[in-house]
């Protein structure tokens, strides 16, 4: 039971689930899906279908959130010490609402993705859904770095939530009986799922052509990036997201028809 103040008026918030028995077709199919900093999220499936989302939507908007909590705390010092009887807690009134407003967009976007991806599930016939383990990313990120990196790539690290994101579909898939289950991630990216050669050599980032355009008063590139993958030993080439979900599949005793899509693609 909450009491909105501004209406004047009281809510009964009311939480519910719907868990569904797991697949019952006598073909069960598996899929993986990789986390990136290129792109968020990009799934494979053991027929060679793939699913992504690219997750600009996010980075951008917390971008905006930034500047914007950035702004109010430039201009509090200039607010003078107030009146009396109130406090700290009423000057960081502006940025707690802020904060507020970006952790609820966030949650919902992220809900978004995950009801995606298990629909996506769904209409594939996938009962087994394979996600990597990230704990602790961060923490190995700064100790490699010494903390010497830049704080836009910094900001750009600490931005994806990966972790939300895992929890989101943890909860449609037990919904949608969907099984999802959780792996390590260790050299997943740099193993060439064809020959077994893994080297950091294997992994190149590409960039496309910068173009720039104005978004509600804001400047933004519209360069792409993604993650190009090709052997040194045998010359796989393909992209490095779907080369990690292939290395994912085939780690827990599943097939990939990687060649199967890279024919199709030509």
Not at 156 to 171: D, K, M, V
Not at 212 to 217: A, F, P, S, V
Request: net charge positive; glycine share 8%; proline share 2%.
């Amino acid at each position: 039971i909450k009491l909105n103040k501004n209406k004047h008026k009281w809510f009964a918030l009311v939480s519910w689930t719907r868990y569904s028995p797991g697949g019952s077709t006598s073909e069960q199919k598996a899929a993986a899906v990789n986390f990136g900093c290129n792109v968020f999220m990009q799934g494979l499936a053991e027929d060679g279908t793939t699913w992504d989302c690219a997750g600009y939507d996010i980075l951008a908007m917390r971008e905006r959130f930034r500047r914007r909590r950035w702004e109010i705390g430039r201009c509090k010092y200039h607010f003078g010490s107030g009146s009396r009887g109130y406090g700290k807690k009423r000057r960081e009134l502006p940025l707690t609402r802020i904060d507020d407003a970006e952790a609820r967009w966030v949650e919902t976007r992220i809900r978004q993705i995950a009801a995606d991806l298990i629909a996506w599930c769904k209409a594939h016939g996938i009962t087994d859904l394979y996600l990597e383990d990230l704990s602790g990313i961060r923490d190995d990120f700064e100790e490699k770095t010494e903390g010497d990196a830049p704080e836009q790539v910094k900001r750009f690290i600490h931005s994806w939530p990966c972790y939300q994101a895992r929890l989101a579909i943890e909860r449609q898939g037990a919904e949608e009986g969907v099984s999802v289950h959780v792996k390590s991630a260790a050299y997943v990216s740099q193993k060439c799922p064809s020959c077994g050669h893994t080297v950091p050599e294997n992994v190149k980032t590409v960039e496309s052509s910068s173009d720039w355009k104005i978004i509600d008063g804001h400047v933004w590139s519209t360069k792409e990036r993604w993650t190009k993958f090709e052997c040194q030993a045998c010359g796989l080439k393909a992209k490095g997201d779907v080369v990690a979900c292939a290395n994912h599949l085939t780690e827990v005793g599943r097939s990939h028809s990687l060649e199967k899509m890279q024919e199709k693609a030509r």
